[in-house]
């Protein structure tokens, strides 16, 4: 169903940044047709290598992909995900732990100033 998901995008405000949007194919009185099927995601390129922001944008991806259910293949998803891999790193078990013990700080902090 789907191709390749990644797709380059600039933002005179933002600097520039990857967008993941899966894009349908087709053939209709012989002309190519594009159907846009799902946005996944986006990540600056200052944000790539941020813990905080990779466990965001693959959670969203993910998400995302759950949503699609039995649209995608498992195949389909696996190849998503594979090109996805190739612009954003997903966290290792390590960097999993490390983001959960930050995103646990952050939320005693939040608990203390919010009294």
């Known amino acids: ?7 380059r995008s600039w933002s005179h405000e933002a600097g520039n940044a990857w967008t993941a949007t ?8 012989g002309k190519v047709k594009q159907r846009h099927v799902a946005y996944l995601g986006t990540i600056k390129d200052c944000d790539i290598e941020r813990l905080g922001s990779r466990a965001a944008f693959w959670s969203k ?7 699609l259910g039995d649209r995608l293949t498992r195949k389909e998803r696996k190849a998503i995900e594979a090109a996805l891999v190739t612009k954003v790193k997903p966290l290792t078990k390590a960097e999993r732990k490390k983001h959960e013990r930050r995103q646990a700080e952050w939320q005693e902090w939040a608990a203390v100033l919010s009294r």
């Open 22 to 29: 899966l894009i349908e194919n087709s053939r209709i009185d």
């Open 61 to 67: 991806a993910k998400t995302r992909l759950d949503e």
């Open 1 to 7: 169903m789907a191709q390749a998901p990644i797709s």
